[in-house]
């Protein structure tokens, strides 16, 4: 890829879940012949806090985050925050993905717990952070609102919530990224019209979400809907519910992730 070819960004995904690992070379490889220049990969729980790592290590496209995902917080075993700001002291690395969800198991209050130790450590570190949220966004919004100290760059991943929510968002100066979801949720597309530019991300997170807006031959069938190839379909979309030139969109979000690569990536 050329200094002047099209770069995507794929604000979110999980390419270190296990059964990828057979076809990771494949599906780096996708990527890149696709354009996707920079993939911010989320760890969940600290058992694949080091695969991210490795990941991140052998591919300069994959920009590591890690963190401990509400579903995972009966995971994080005593110790674990001391472990996680050691491994962020080694490695240039992002927080997340961190939030809270009231439709898993895990314990609400240990979920804010565990929240707040990661929003604590993004500020301290000045490190970007990445919110995942369901059905808890008044108790996120109370926590990021009451917030003492200044709040770290923030991405709301795969945004799903309401006008008032996204206003509340926005005023904290936060960064809502879009999934497979715009596509076929006609609520959202009034909510992605209503982000401004500067604030928009784009999104696969693969594989934990299917590419919604492709129907079965449309797009290449070398490509699984799961993975960051497939995320250059959403920017069209997206750049056509914008009524936008599609390098010139491309160009915007682009520019919008570096605040969350340029604090990881050594200059």
Request: charged share 20%.
């Amino acid at each position: 890829m050329t200094a002047t070819a099209a770069r995507y960004l794929d604000s979110h995904l999980h390419l270190q879940e296990k059964h990828l690992a057979p076809q990771i070379d494949i599906i780096m490889e996708r990527a890149r012949n696709a354009g996707v220049a920079r993939m911010l990969c989320n760890a969940t729980r600290e058992k694949d806090w080091q695969a991210v790592v490795d990941l991140a290590a052998e591919a300069p496209e994959i920009i590591p985050f890690l963190g401990i995902h509400p579903w995972f917080a009966e995971t994080a075993v005593t110790g674990w925050e001391e472990r996680l700001l050691s491994l962020l002291q080694q490695v240039p690395a992002g927080i997340g993905e961190t939030g809270l969800d009231k439709c898993c198991r895990a314990d609400f209050g240990r979920q804010q717990q565990i929240f707040l130790t990661q929003l604590k450590m993004a500020s301290e570190l000045q490190r970007p952070l990445v919110i995942h949220c369901v059905k808890a966004w008044g108790r996120l919004l109370e926590m990021l609102e009451q917030f003492a100290a200044p709040l770290p760059p923030i991405m709301i991943h795969s945004f799903t919530g309401s006008r008032e929510t996204l206003q509340r968002l926005l005023r904290l100066g936060c960064f809502i990224s879009f999934s497979g979801w715009l596509a076929t949720d006609g609520k959202l597309h009034l909510r992605f019209l209503e982000t401004p530019l500067a604030n928009l991300l784009l999104e696969t997170d693969a594989p934990a979400q299917p590419n919604r807006q492709l129907p079965p031959g449309s797009h290449d069938q070398t490509v699984i809907c799961d993975e960051p190839a497939a995320i250059t379909q959403l920017y069209k979309l997206a750049a056509t519910m914008r009524k936008m030139p599609l390098d010139e969109f491309r160009q915007e979000i682009w520019k919008n992730g570096e605040i969350f690569t340029d604090t990881i990536i050594p200059r």
